[in-house]
């Protein structure tokens, strides 16, 4: 007869710490200290405990899949959350099963359903179906939302509020005064979560809600020009790198006639032309968050943690302080009046030189 296998909690007790802590020990050793490292290797090696059984294990010893549901895999920020997440499955064995839901709560449900057989907790992104719908879905089984709080359900989000004042705060700090805040999709948590600083903040022009995408950025440079605004925060980059084309093809330019700042820092910011002022998020710090969650509720834990992780602002090219812009407008208008001085002084001085000529014939 067999012996039993030996499981991660057999080795979390041997070592004298938590499930949690053996799981980070074999897939990011590096946030754990030297002591209790030595501690849970010396206990995998004295039971027999095996990395490759670790997945096994860290999925309940039932499917070993992960299912990942994200609104927009277009979008680079999840596509860096989906790869973070992947990364953490690959090294402990798991799978992981995506499906994009294109930001509609029926699809978003229609896909958990779809998976829920097969894999054994789900991680979520941004979703727009209610909590209750959700909770109904899954059952039992572990679930983490990303960029969105709820009660009862693991999470881990961006601070939601500092993006905005992050934002502002630069904008107004380089002497803009008239400025338009982006407002995101009704569905979104973030969005709503934004919505309170915005009414919060004096003098904010607030516009949409507007879909995150490129496409409704090229869209707003209309609503922007008309509302007369020199600078504004979109809802995220690519929306922002959609309001640059937009003013450059009604031809005006950024910063030159608006100061942009976008919101997650994705590769592309600091590619475009003009590179991209931005509220940089910590996009893998967030999906190496919500796949420690997903390894915790596996394991066993019945808490469920609200993890806020910081933002910064970096700042690029699409904004400049507002005198600026007026100097340089300054410039090019005694530039263009002393031009035509000179040629009027010049038309002026060939009459009375032809005139004087006329004078002696």
Same mark, same amino acid.
């Given at each position: 007869?067999?012996?039993?296998?030996?499981?991660?909690?057999?080795?979390?007790?041997?070592?004298?710490?938590?499930?949690?802590?053996?799981?980070?020990?074999?897939?990011?050793?590096?946030?754990?200290?030297?002591? *209790?490292? *030595?501690?849970?290797?010396?206990?995998?090696?004295?039971?027999?405990?095996?990395?490759?059984?670790?997945?096994?294990?860290?999925?309940?010893?039932?499917?070993?899949?992960?299912?990942?549901?994200?609104?927009?895999?277009?979008?680079?920020?999840?596509?860096?959350?989906?790869?973070?997440?992947?990364?953490?499955?690959?090294?402990?064995?798991?799978?992981?099963?995506?499906?994009?839901?294109?930001?509609?709560?029926?699809?978003?449900?229609?896909?958990?359903?779809?998976?829920?057989?097969?894999?054994?907790?789900?991680?979520?992104?941004?979703?727009?179906?209610?909590?209750?719908?959700?909770?109904?879905?899954?059952?039992?089984?572990?679930?983490?939302?990303?960029?969105?709080?709820?009660?009862?359900?693991?999470?881990?989000?961006?601070?939601?509020?500092?993006?905005?004042?992050?934002?502002?705060?630069?904008?107004?700090?380089?002497?803009?005064?008239?400025?338009?805040?982006?407002?995101?999709?009704?569905?979104?948590?973030?969005?709503?979560?934004?919505?309170?600083? %915005?009414?919060?903040?004096?003098?904010?022009?607030?516009?949409?809600?507007?879909?995150?995408?490129?496409?409704?950025?090229?869209?707003?440079?209309?609503?922007?020009?008309?509302?007369?605004?020199?600078?504004?925060?979109?809802?995220?980059?690519?929306?922002?790198?959609?309001?640059?084309?937009?003013?450059?093809?009604?031809?005006?330019?950024?910063?030159?006639?608006?100061?942009?700042?976008?919101?997650?820092?994705?590769?592309?910011?600091?590619?475009?032309?003009?590179?991209? *002022? *931005?509220?940089?998020?910590?996009?893998?710090?967030?999906?190496?968050?919500?796949?420690?969650?997903?390894?915790?509720?596996?394991?066993?834990?019945?808490?469920?943690?609200?993890?806020?992780?910081?933002?910064?602002?970096?700042?690029?090219?699409?904004?400049?302080?507002?005198?600026?812009? %007026?100097?340089?407008?300054?410039?090019?208008?005694?530039?263009?009046?002393?031009?035509?001085?000179?040629?009027?002084?010049?038309?002026?001085?060939?009459?009375?030189?032809?005139?004087?000529?006329?004078?002696?014939?």
């Amino acid at each position: 007869m067999s012996s039993p296998a030996v499981t991660l909690a057999d080795v979390a007790i041997e070592a004298g710490v938590h499930p949690s802590t053996v799981s980070r020990v074999l897939s990011r050793p590096q946030l754990i200290g030297g002591p *209790t490292r *030595t501690a849970v290797h010396a206990a995998i090696d004295k039971l027999g405990y095996t990395p490759n059984r670790a997945a096994r294990q860290l999925a309940g010893g039932r499917i070993g899949a992960i299912g990942m549901l994200v609104p927009d895999i277009t979008n680079p920020f999840f596509a860096h959350v989906v790869r973070s997440v992947q990364q953490g499955c690959r090294r402990n064995g798991l799978t992981m099963l995506l499906a994009d839901t294109e930001q509609r709560a029926a699809d978003e449900l229609s896909e958990a359903r779809a998976l829920a057989g097969g894999v054994d907790g789900f991680v979520v992104c941004s979703p727009v179906a209610s909590t209750k719908d959700w909770l109904r879905v899954v059952e039992a089984a572990p679930l983490v939302f990303v960029n969105r709080r709820a009660k009862g359900v693991a999470s881990v989000a961006l601070d939601q509020q500092a993006i905005v004042e992050l934002g502002v705060t630069h904008l107004r700090a380089a002497g803009h005064r008239s400025i338009a805040v982006v407002r995101g999709p009704r569905s979104y948590w973030s969005g709503s979560e934004r919505d309170r600083v %915005i009414r919060r903040l004096p003098g904010l022009v607030a516009l949409g809600p507007v879909r995150p995408d490129f496409e409704a950025g090229v869209a707003l440079a209309a609503e922007l020009i008309a509302a007369q605004v020199t600078g504004v925060l979109a809802f995220n980059d690519v929306q922002a790198l959609g309001i640059v084309a937009g003013y450059r093809a009604a031809g005006l330019s950024v910063p030159h006639d608006l100061s942009v700042v976008g919101s997650d820092d994705i590769a592309a910011a600091a590619m475009s032309d003009p590179s991209l *002022t *931005t509220v940089t998020a910590p996009v893998q710090r967030l999906g190496d968050a919500a796949f420690d969650l997903m390894t915790e509720l596996l394991a066993g834990s019945t808490e469920r943690p609200e993890v806020t992780l910081p933002v910064t602002l970096t700042v690029r090219s699409s904004t400049q302080t507002l005198n600026s812009s %007026i100097n340089r407008t300054a410039a090019t208008h005694d530039a263009a009046t002393h031009d035509a001085a000179t040629h009027t002084a010049a038309t002026h001085t060939a009459t009375a030189h032809t005139a004087h000529r006329g004078n002696h014939q």
